[in-house]
């Protein structure tokens, strides 16, 4: 149903991760089917929309200051996403500022429920369940349980959701699977994400070619856990299947996997990553320590012994390749020699990116109530120690690019004015994904007007931090043009 100017109007505003981004779009695809016109939040909207983020209490803190913010519009105001899927009937009552509080559940109806709202007519608060009765699901089990659980958005099952962009970047995420069946001690996700699940590779496909044929170059593979992709499906290496796939796809030059599970990395997957031509030589390791008792405590799998062997096995087949991960520190009963472990463990990783992140405690996870919690202060001290040795491990590592050959994506090009002599083009290197890893930014000296999505081959002649300066040498692959 097209927008009319009598269409009511809706303004959708996307925190947290990647996962939710495709989930807007997925959302805006629904909405403008059901007739919905959007608009920018300052742009006269109707109701504006917060998909949500709940994964920490720093997430938590900015969508709920998101949501109010959202209220002094004058508009009414509707929470979805993981926050308001985690705590519904909390959350509304806390924040009578909200319009509405809706689970995932409401999102094939959204379109009837905000016109419910704008009508002023009560619309039932999202009843939170833990959506961990679902796990796990087995090939055999599948089908039954898709066919009884709730539509999460991109588990694939039913007539594909419909997507609708939401900006003309060259880059765009693509979800291969939602849900998460591993009990980090530490992670609430499956308790509101409810079991994986992945979405069938022709399905994954095919939206990888309507991706590619609204300007994408680079595709950003997400899920909770990539590494766990076709379990359920019964086909264990669906996930290279998958990557041989896409990587024919007209148009699509770049794929790259991200949150890869260590310990499931198998060495058939390390060959796709690094061997297949079109994929992204980019591991996104999620470590989150090295300390063997740590990880023990947290449930996970691995040791400093055993990262390092996996980091020397990808590398033996792309010296090059990226690697970036996240840790976690101040964990339950972490001591200075578990500290000091993770730091000898990160000075020989040789990572191009780490996110450090502090502990906190997360409603329902086992964590919550291990022995040896730390204080504020103590975590703090752990996170500031361990980040100032990220920031200069990870800037070496950009030294040691200096002088290697990268073919740059182009994402923004700011044209000359009066105070610069060339346009200031950045963009992304292989090893360097969206908005964490750092970027690439073209010398003053290159006058040369390249275009957003353009592929630039240059050479690194300098680094910045985690951000390297590159000479341009030729451009290899034109925006909009099929390779």
């Not at 359920?232 to 996997?257: T, Y």
């Not at 799998?301 to 840790?327: H, K, M, T, Y």
Request: aromatic share 4%; with cysteine; proline share 7%.
């Amino acid at each position: 149903m097209p927008a009319t100017p009598q269409s009511p109007r809706a303004a959708l505003v996307t925190l947290g991760c990647a996962r939710n981004e495709v989930d807007s779009e997925e959302l805006a695809g629904r909405l403008t089917e059901d007739g919905w016109e959007l608009v920018d939040p300052d742009g006269g909207a109707d109701v504006v929309v917060v998909n949500t983020c709940g994964f920490v209490a720093a997430a938590k803190k900015d969508s709920i200051d998101t949501l109010l913010a959202a209220a002094d519009t004058g508009a009414k105001v509707v929470a979805v996403g993981c926050l308001a899927e985690r705590y519904g009937t909390e959350l509304a009552r806390s924040l009578p500022e909200a319009d509405a509080v809706l689970g995932f559940d409401a999102y094939p109806e959204l379109g009837g429920r905000l016109r419910e709202v704008l009508a002023g007519r009560a619309v039932p608060t999202h009843q939170p369940v833990d959506r961990r009765t679902l796990l796990p699901i087995t090939p055999a089990s599948r089908p039954a349980a898709l066919a009884a659980g709730p539509a999460l958005p991109g588990h694939g099952w039913g007539p594909r959701v419909p997507r609708r962009r939401l900006d003309d970047s060259p880059v765009a995420p693509l979800k291969i699977a939602s849900g998460c069946d591993r009990r980090c001690a530490f992670c609430a996700i499956p308790t509101f994400r409810g079991a994986f699940v992945s979405r069938p590779v022709d399905e994954v496909v095919a939206e990888a070619a309507w991706l590619a044929g609204s300007g994408v170059r680079e595709l950003v593979l997400v899920s909770e856990n990539s590494t766990s992709y076709g379990k359920d499906l019964g086909r264990p290496g669906a996930l290279e299947e998958l990557l041989r796939r896409l990587s024919v796809v007209a148009g699509i030059l770049r794929i790259r996997v991200s949150y890869l599970q260590p310990a499931e990395t198998r060495p058939a997957l390390v060959t796709a990553i690094a061997g297949t031509v079109g994929v992204a030589s980019y591991f996104d390791l999620s470590f989150q320590h090295a300390s063997e008792p740590v990880l023990r405590r947290m449930r996970r799998f691995g040791s400093r012994e055993s990262f390092l062997a996996l980091l020397d096995q990808i590398r033996q087949q792309s010296p090059a390749a990226g690697v970036r991960s996240n840790v976690i520190v101040g964990f339950p009963g972490e001591t200075d020699a578990d500290v000091a472990e993770l730091e000898r463990f990160l000075t020989e990783a040789r990572l191009d990116a780490i996110g450090v992140f502090g502990y906190s405690d997360e409603d329902g996870t086992e964590a919550a109530g291990l022995p040896g919690q730390h204080d504020e202060d103590t975590i703090a001290e752990h996170v500031t120690r361990i980040s100032l040795l990220a920031e200069q491990l990870t800037a070496q590592r950009a030294e040691e690019r200096v002088g290697e050959t990268v073919d740059v994506l182009v994402e923004s090009v700011a044209m000359p004015d009066a105070d610069t002599a060339g346009a200031e083009t950045i963009g992304r290197a292989e090893h360097q994904a969206p908005e964490v890893d750092g970027e690439c930014r073209f010398t003053g000296s290159a006058t040369q007007p390249f275009a957003i999505g353009d592929v630039v081959r240059c050479r690194a002649i300098a680094a910045q931090g985690v951000d390297l300066v590159v000479e341009p040498m030729e451009l290899i692959a034109p925006a909009g043009g099929v390779p």
